[in-house]
């Protein structure tokens, strides 16, 4: 095992974490683990649905969340794993977009100094309905307008004024999160990778049709690429995930295709490991945001330099804590519910042998001290209360 995890004693809101990377850290390190950038959603969540809305009918669901979506799902994944995380993304000045700064600053710790504020620009909103262990999201947004020439540098406020350039280079991190487009190029990957972050790429589904890998430039930056199984598949032209990681390594050293309600399996071209996990039995209420905790899962135990199947189980199972919460964000697991699965499931009669050795490594990460209740934030059906005097 390359590092063990410690708790975080700074004083801060993240003192009841633990720190992967304890072991790792050296004065030279760069100021932030990971560096993301994108678009922040303000989601609202409706669960409980017996089945998908039909036209022309009214649908009550039971259950009803709001939480910052969009980026802010791996954003808030990774630093409820304690990874030290900088996001860049434009914000709306409507309440959507005060709630969501404030949500992720304040509640989460991370940095959005490379982020900005856009007068008259409302925030981009999702409406996700989770049913059937499945959902279907509903999304409206326009693409922020083109930030302004530099200004005055920013007041002493956290936040930089309306309209300041972001920086003409990611912030130094160890890592960086890429949402690969297929026909574009993202010019802050290239400039990331010459700083030394090593590049964790994911995608989405091909409106174009094409599944072409040479319409992904920015592929060739990657350390690591995460697409699901039909994503997988119809990039390779292959009919079977597995095969489709393997076909993947020929363009990226590491290849991990998640394979839903059957877990995942990674391939390692560089060492030659290959890593098959089953997926965790758990009752799901939402499922929205678990491929951006996977990633984050991921991320996060290849930082600490741990094998390929320790970071591939890891993963899967941050993915299944998430889905027993409402919404994408605020449904990210920290410490404490990691520390509490894994103690409880030691616990369980007749458990499996083999399903407990699969994450025993967790016993070098997790404190032997019950690791002290965070007060996470979780979605609500609205997005503040008034507080009384």
Known sequence: MASTGKALTDGSHRSSQVDPLAALRTPDDPPWDVYLTGTVFLDIIFTGLDSAPVRGTESWARGMGSSPGGVANMATALARLGLRTS?????????????????????????????????????????????????????????????????????????????????????????????????????????????????????????????????????????????????????????????????????????????????????????????????????????????????????????????LADRLAFAGLTAALSVQEFGGSLSAPGWTEIAGWWRTVQSVEGQDPAALRRYAFLADVVPEEPVRPWPLRRAVPTIGFRRSA
Do not use: K
Request: charged share 20%; with cysteine; proline share 11%.
């Open 87 to 307: 996001l860049a993304a434009a914000f709306g000045d409507d309440h959507y977009g005060e709630y969501c700064w404030d949500a992720l600053e304040q509640g989460e710790g991370i940095d959005l100094s490379p982020s900005r504020t856009v007068p008259g620009w409302h925030s981009p909103v999702t409406v996700s309905m989770a049913y059937e262990g499945e959902r279907t999201m509903v999304s409206h947004g326009h693409e922020p307008p083109p930030e302004e020439p530099s200004r005055p540098s920013p007041t002493p406020r956290t936040r930089p004024p309306a309209g300041a350039d972001l920086p003409p280079c990611p912030p130094r991190a160890r890592a960086a999160v890429a949402s690969l487009t297929p026909g574009r190029s993202a010019p802050w990957i290239a400039r990331a990778v010459r700083a030394g972050a090593r590049i964790f790429g994911d995608v989405g589904w091909d409106e174009t049709g094409a599944w072409d890998l040479a319409a992904l430039p920015d592929l060739r930056h990657c350390e690591a690429f995460l697409p699901n199984a039909q994503e997988a598949m119809r990039y390779t032209g292959t009919d079977c995930p597995r095969a489709a990681a393997h076909a993947l390594t020929e363009h990226v050293p590491v290849a991990v295709v998640t394979l839903g309600a059957e877990g995942a399996y990674a391939v390692d071209r560089r060492t030659g490991e290959t890593a098959s996990v089953p997926a965790i039995d758990v009752e799901a209420l939402d499922p929205t945001g678990a491929g951006d905790v996977f990633v984050a899962g991921f991320v996060t135990g290849t930082l600490a330099g741990w094998p």
